[in-house]
Nanobody, 126 residues
Framework: QVQLVESGGGLVQAGDSLRLSCAAS????????MGWFRQAPGKEREFVAT?????????NYANSVKGRFTISKDNAKNTVYLQMNNLKPEDTAVYYC??????????????????WGQGTQVTVSS
């Protein structure tokens, strides 16, 4: 089983950038499909981005972040990143990374049986 630890969240102003990190330990994360999700207060968890680490390296983004956010990886560090540019107040949420060995995550669906990190808070002020 892989373990995930997110970092990099913080308080920024609209238009700023942040880079979130998701460090994996345990099993090599190249056997997984990875994703970033977020949850704002009073709202349901929503898909942000996914990456196929196991096969193609293909990525997928929610329409709300397309062109502003980029998911990437560093195999040597067993780490997946989420570069967030031109942040908006509506991006405020707790951001979670998730690992899925089945590929379900690539559809943008989050399931409780994925391996989840503890989350990192991102707050964007206007």
């Amino acid at each position: 089983q892989v373990q995930l630890v997110e970092s990099g969240g913080g308080l920024v102003q609209a238009g700023d950038s942040l880079r979130l990190s998701c460090a994996a330990s345990g099993r090599t994360f190249r056997n997984y499909y990875m994703g970033w999700f977020r949850q704002a207060p009073g709202k349901e968890r929503e898909f942000v981005a996914t990456m196929d680490l196991k096969w193609s390296g293909s990525t997928n983004y929610a329409n709300s972040v397309k062109g502003r956010f980029t998911i990437s990886k560093d195999n040597a560090k067993n780490t997946v990143y989420l570069q967030m540019n031109n942040l908006k107040p509506e991006d405020t949420a707790v951001y979670y990374c998730a690992a899925d060995s089945s590929g379900t995550i690539l559809s943008g669906v989050g399931r409780d049986w994925f391996t989840w990190g503890q989350g990192t808070q991102v707050t964007v002020s206007s």
